[in-house]
């Protein structure tokens, strides 16, 4: 199974930044997907996933948004409101048995790599 994540970049605070995850090798519409992010010097902490609900973190609720499309096997987070303490490494992850919400890291099966998002204040 890969991820193939894309679309992180620099952004000014209040900006919007769009990520994508392509999945391959996997029956996608299986798997519950997320997304996590890691910022300098901190835990990798958990954002947002999806199964047949959606789930997010307190601090990106009302502005982070994640969707899914099973016939393209993709995975969408639109990051509106951006602000600095945004700024981190996100990655994708997909799970095939996981139903908690917030998704375990320990619960993650594939990961992908690392896409990197700063945003200016």
């Known amino acids: 199974v890969q991820l193939q994540a894309s679309g992180g970049g620099l952004v000014q605070a209040g900006g919007s930044l769009r990520f994508s995850c392509a999945s391959s090798?996997?029956?996608?519409?299986?798997?519950?997907m997320g997304w996590f992010r890691q910022a300098p010097g901190k835990e990798r902490e958990f954002v947002a996933s999806?199964?047949?609900?959606?789930y997010y973190t307190d601090s990106v609720k009302g502005r982070f948004s994640i969707s899914r499309d099973n016939a393209k096997n993709m995975v969408y987070l639109q990051m509106n409101s951006l602000k600095p303490e945004d700024t981190a490494v996100y990655y994708c992850a997909a799970s095939r048995f996981s139903t908690s919400a917030p998704m375990p890291e320990n619960e993650v099966d594939y990961w992908g790599k690392g896409t990197q998002v700063t945003v200016s204040s």
């Open positions: 090798g996997c029956t996608f519409s299986s798997y519950a």
């Open positions: 999806i199964r047949w609900n959606t």
